[in-house]
């Protein structure tokens, strides 16, 4: 008995389109999955490759992993004072700098001004953000690349930063410090000594983590030539922060968009400049970082020469009901432009939060970066954007 016939067109194998790639799957390409259980993909993101052997031809993201609902609870469940806490687990290692941002949005829908004292402690309290932000940035950037040590060192000088952060509103994480009008806290009295002796013994070890970590030969060759990021991509892309600075663009809203009282201090705006690779290479994204570091250093210590004295709680209103309108405000965080966009109804709860988040925007552009390179690559790249979930899935 013969077998029946098959209609060969029948067997002819379909192609295979990749959703967020627009086009057919090729014969010889592959998708593989990294993340989110790779220990690099810095949290709950899974990066879909598609790949042709070792050579990455594109790169899906894939977020939505951690539903933080962070706008919808702020509408919904807060008022204005009550948001603050939930604007802390956004960017989570940063969180003073998320703070910052909304309680000036807060203050000028309100039509606040604060006292100086509380400007010049929410200036040194940001920048100390910056300095943990870029730590735990830079030490978990070693460990992606293969060096351990530069994370201890990274999380040892974290540790003073964050007892300072303790010994004035006791919290060393999320702190719910800057309020609408104030700070929750008034420094404490050795506040001052304190803030300097840090800086000056934070100065030698951006040295000796250059020594141990930024000019290392294997370092250097996992870093430099890798995920270029051209300025002019790089700006089509709205990236910000050192990802934006990392490609040669000087661009920072304490300069270019003064807010607080920044216009007050002298500080230099570290950008890409292609000294091991090519500009806008994972190295220089990575170096930008360590000379913020030591900026930020200059800041806190012209910011902690000239802090007044005052009432830090004197402007906090009783009642917080703002008019009807809405406000756009953007702060440079320590990954970049956060913005706020607050709508007010006239009630005592916003009736819109809007954010503008860099991680987000930042994460966009790893397609840009990682076309052509190996797999390997793909965690130096991804490193160097320095994002956190709890602000892309917000």
Not at 102 to 120: N, R
Not at 226 to 231: E, F, S, T, Y
Not at 241 to 250: A, D, N, W, Y
Not at 309 to 337: Q, S
């Amino acid at each position: 008995m013969h077998a029946p016939r098959v209609n060969s067109d029948a067997i002819v194998p379909r192609p295979v389109t990749i959703p967020g790639l627009g086009r057919p799957l090729k014969a010889e390409e592959m998708v593989i999955s990294m993340g989110p259980q790779h220990p690099s993909t810095h949290g709950v993101l899974r990066l879909e490759l598609v790949v042709n052997g070792e050579i990455v031809v594109d790169v899906i993201p894939h977020i939505g992993y951690l539903h933080r609902c962070f706008e919808k609870h702020c509408e919904q469940m807060a008022n204005y004072q009550q948001v603050i806490p939930y604007v802390d687990r956004m960017d989570y290692v940063a969180a003073m700098s998320n703070e910052f941002g909304y309680v000036l949005a807060a203050e000028k829908l309100l039509k606040i001004q604060v006292p100086e004292q509380v400007e010049y402690i929410r200036v040194i309290m940001a920048e100390f953000s910056r300095i943990v932000s870029h730590l735990i940035a830079i030490g978990t950037y070693g460990m992606d690349i293969g060096a351990f040590t530069p994370f201890l060192f990274c999380m040892r000088d974290r540790e003073h930063v964050l007892d300072i952060f303790e010994n004035t509103c006791g919290a060393r994480l999320l702190y719910n410090y800057m309020w609408i009008g104030g700070l929750s806290h008034d420094v404490p009295a050795d506040f001052q000594k304190k803030v300097k002796d840090f800086c000056v013994y934070f100065r030698p070890k951006i040295k000796e983590l250059n020594d141990l970590l930024s000019y290392n030969k294997i370092f250097i060759e996992r870093t430099a030539n890798v995920g270029v990021l051209p300025a002019d991509v790089a700006i089509n892309y709205a990236v910000s922060g050192p990802t934006l600075r990392g490609s040669g663009v000087k661009w920072d809203l304490r300069k270019d968009d003064p807010y607080s009282i920044y216009k007050r201090f002298d500080f230099e705006i570290p950008v890409g400049r292609g000294l091991k690779g090519t500009v806008g290479d994972c190295w220089d994204r990575y170096m930008v970082r360590v000379h913020e570091m030591e900026q930020s250093v200059n800041i806190i210590e012209q910011a902690v020469d000239a802090l007044p004295a005052g009432d830090v709680g004197a402007a906090i209103p009783k009642r917080i009901r703002p008019e009807a309108g809405e406000i756009y405000v953007r702060t440079e965080t320590p990954k970049g432009e956060l913005g706020y966009y607050v709508i007010s109804d006239g009630t005592a709860s916003p009736f819109r939060v809007k954010v503008k988040a860099p991680c987000f925007v930042n994460l966009s552009a790893i397609a840009a970066m990682s076309r052509g390179a190996m797999v390997s690559d793909i965690v130096a790249i991804l490193g160097s954007i320095d994002i956190v979930l709890g602000e892309v899935d917000r």
